[in-house]
């Protein structure tokens, strides 16, 4: 089906069913799966190319912190057969790859508008569609629009007295320069010790002549033991494939691990320690599936922690550093580290760490970073300082739905959505893990399958029917909120001030974003959603014509 310009819409507004906002994995596979519909549709990408997150966080070290083989498309049996992953966590510029072979494979670049930062969409109920407007001036009407926009991609800059006084270069981990940073004979100041943090000051330190880490919390990291991929494993992959798949299907993470169903606090310390010790040795998030009730009992929890500020007294040399390291919050709580040599690069000698815990960053001077009553001269900063979270990059844009109701208005206690899918009030609006769905605390890549699948058999649904609105009902996201809401208090995940609760944006409502309840059961309710014809869900046929 082709577009129409002159349709729906104003003066050089062209008409869809279908705008989709992001190219990152969520919104090629959304467009992949409309056209199988015929669907007309546009996808809006604010970067220059494919990829999303993998497009714009190029810091050194950058990759994913679940294996290659399991961070992959499913859909296609071919695509997975015929890629080959060459580490068992792929770095940014793989990943980065794997978006444009996929995009280019399935021909999907004819239909994405780059360089095109969505502004605003908005709900005209009169004629049933969304309006979308772009930085570039771009104006699209659409039948459908559908938020691809990701979880962790509205970088969050926290204020710092003086910032714009800086004299030397200024990075955010999240927003890298493509060509890349040589750090040599720099003294470089890094602000943040999150995962992309953990990730870069080992490569940072290398090139470096002198780093300064400025850190409020220390975090938890367990070893990646990233190797090259061996073909005669991944072709034992390619061959279980489909098992494998089904088998990740059934875990709370949607990952392929080995989840233990004991309970540590029902096992002897000297079976816990080697529990662990394996764990460690195996390397990467594998190593909080130990024991099922790590995540609900302090006491628990604690044994896990323990034995990870053990290894953290072992691996740096300097005791009073090796205590500042090592976390006291609840393990797992914040987002848990995959290391490659973080806590070793703390005996380097050209590594200095400033705990800024008690006493935050004062300023940014023009020669540094002044902190506990010293100025830290650099030639960079590097702001490793995470995300505005899940809501971000949706609020980032002026989103409105009936009667000129603003989202931002809607989720300004906190958002509020049917599955983390629609939210009542704003008809075919469809957000892929949006905040209410497992997202984040999942492996993405089957997370925004899912989500997509879904959203695309809803859409075929409403068009074998000639329906042309649906909106979620208030109730059914009410009971929704509640629900994910019940779930996080359950858990020990709400004990610490994580950005899954939004703590790390300054006047942002502090709510447990995503659905904590595991992949199964939430695909589960989906389904049964969707089989007992989009219950929860009010559609309306005959819309005006367009
Ligand atoms: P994170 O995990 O949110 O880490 C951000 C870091 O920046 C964290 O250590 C923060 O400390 C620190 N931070 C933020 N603001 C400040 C100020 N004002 N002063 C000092 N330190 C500050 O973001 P990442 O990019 O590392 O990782 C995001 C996700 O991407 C990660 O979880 C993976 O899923 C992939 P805090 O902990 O708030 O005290």
């Known amino acids: 089906m082709q577009p129409n310009s002159s349709q729906a819409g104003g003066k050089g507004e062209c008409a869809y069913d279908v705008v989709i906002v992001g190219a990152g994995f969520a919104g090629l596979y959304m467009l992949h799966r409309l056209r199988a519909l015929g669907c007309s549709a546009r996808v809006f990408e604010a970067g220059g190319d494919v990829g999303g997150t993998w497009y714009w ?73 969304w309006r979308i407007e772009a930085d570039d001036g771009s104006r699209a009407s659409a039948r459908f629009c559908i938020m691809a926009t990701g979880c962790l991609s ?10 714009m006084t800086f004299k030397g270069d200024r990075y955010h981990t999240g927003y890298w320069p493509h060509q890349g940073v040589d750090f040599s004979g ?34 938890y990291a367990v070893p990646a033991h990233n190797a090259p991929l061996d073909p005669g494993y991944l072709k034992q992959v390619k061959a279980d494939y489909p098992a494998l798949r089904q088998r990740a299907k059934q875990t709370m993470t949607g990952i392929d691990f080995d989840y233990s169903e004991q309970k540590a606090l029902e096992t002897s310390p000297q079976e816990r320690r080697r529990e662990y010790q394996r764990r460690w040795d195996h390397g990467g998030l594998w190593f909080l599936g130990a024991y099922q009730d790590l995540m ?17 007294r072992d691996k740096v040399a300097n005791p009073e550093i090796a205590g500042l390291l090592a976390p006291t919050n609840t393990i797992g709580c914040k987002r848990l580290c995959v290391d490659i040599g973080y806590y ?88 892929i893990t ?6 984040v605390l999942t492996n993405m890549l089957p997370t925004i399958e899912q989500h997509v699948e879904w959203i695309a058999d809803l859409i075929g649904f409403m068009r074998a029917r000639r329906l042309e609105v649906i909106e979620a009902e208030g109730g059914a996201e009410d009971e929704w909120v509640a629900h994910v809401g019940e779930l996080a208090g359950r858990t020990l995940r709400y004990t610490c001030g994580s950005w899954y609760l939004g703590v790390n944006i300054p006047g942002k409502p502090r709510v447990f974003m995503p659905y904590i309840g595991g992949f199964p059961k939430y695909v589960e309710r989906c389904n049964e959603v969707a089989a007992n014809g989009y219950q929860g869900f009010v559609a309306t046929g005959a819309a005006p014509a367009t």
């Open 154 to 163: 509205a970088p969050n800059l926290p204020a710092f007295e003086g910032e």
């Open 434 to 439: 949006g905040p209410g769905s497992p997202s």
């Open 57 to 129: 966080n190029r810091y050194p070290g950058a990759r994913c912190d679940v294996e290659s083989v399991q961070y992959s498309y499913q859909f296609d049996a071919a695509l997975q057969q015929d890629w080959n992953w060459s580490e068992r966590y792929a770095a940014q510029p793989e990943l980065l790859s794997y978006a444009r072979h996929v995009a280019d494979r399935f021909d999907l670049r004819r239909d994405i508008q780059f360089n095109c930062r969505v502004t605003a969409a908005s709900f005209d109920a009169a004629l049933g569609r």
């Open 296 to 312: 609900v009992e302090q006491e628990a929890n604690d044994t896990a922690a323990e034995f990870v500020r053990g290894k953290i």
């Open 186 to 219: 720099k003294r470089v100041a890094i602000i943040g010790t999150g995962s992309s943090a953990v990730q870069s000051i080992p490569i940072i330190a290398r090139q470096a002549e002198h780093l300064y880490v400025f850190q409020r919390t220390p975090n």
């Open 344 to 431: 070793e690069t703390f005996n380097r000698p050209n590594v200095t760490l400033i705990d800024v815990s008690a006493q935050p960053i004062e300023a940014i001077t023009p020669r540094g970073v002044r902190a506990r009553g010293a100025e830290f001269a650099v030639d960079a900063i590097v702001f490793a300082t995470g995300f505005d979270a899940m809501t971000g990059a949706l609020l980032r844009i002026d989103i409105r739905g009936r009667n000129g109701l603003a989202l931002k208005q809607k989720w300004s206690e906190g958002p509020r959505s049917y599955l983390g899918i629609a939210v009542a009030g704003f008809p075919n609006l469809f957000t």
